[in-house]
């Protein structure tokens, strides 16, 4: 069986010991260890342990953005109700996913001031879905779908809110499943905000 590329286990790797370990306890020569590779290796793909962070959310959790770029450009295509859906289910398995990882981020502050300029350099952050959503919506308003006066970086904030509040109240504080499945809170919540906006 052939080898995946160098990059793609440092990836696979990272995603995995970040997942058990969190970042912050995820050091590059576990990584390079387990990918079967040299830790001069790592960094010849990689920066830095926060730009391979960066990769890991982007290219092995659960893809929102593209998803939100879609809609932006046709908005129309689908139910407002059915598209909200599959913006919060996505968007819990990423804060699902990526709470773990990114947790112990807070407990070693100069961890998160090299994170957070990383993110700022390359434009990521916590606010990029939430913009893009507000983007989605802000289209939808003008298609006439959802009401004229709704505040839409409002609506993106509470369903995105609540999509990482469902990760970390239940899968990262207390190790046990939300009430709901995942697709059923997502419904829920896309018909619970459409009633507001719509």
Known sequence: MEQKPTRARILDAAHALMSTRGLARATTKEIARAASCSEAALYKHFVSKEELFVAVLQERLPRLTPLLNELVEQPGERGVVQNLTEIARLACEFYAES????????????????????????????????????????AERDAGRIAADTDTFAAASLLMGACAQRAFAYDAALGKPPPQPVEEFAATLARTLVRGIG
């Open 99 to 138: 709470f773990p990882i990114a947790a112990s981020l807070y407990a070693e502050t100069a961890l998160k001031r090299r994170h957070d300029a990383s993110l700022r350099e390359t434009g990521m952050g916590p606010h990029v879905p939430v913009e893009a959503l507000d983007a989605y919506l802000c």
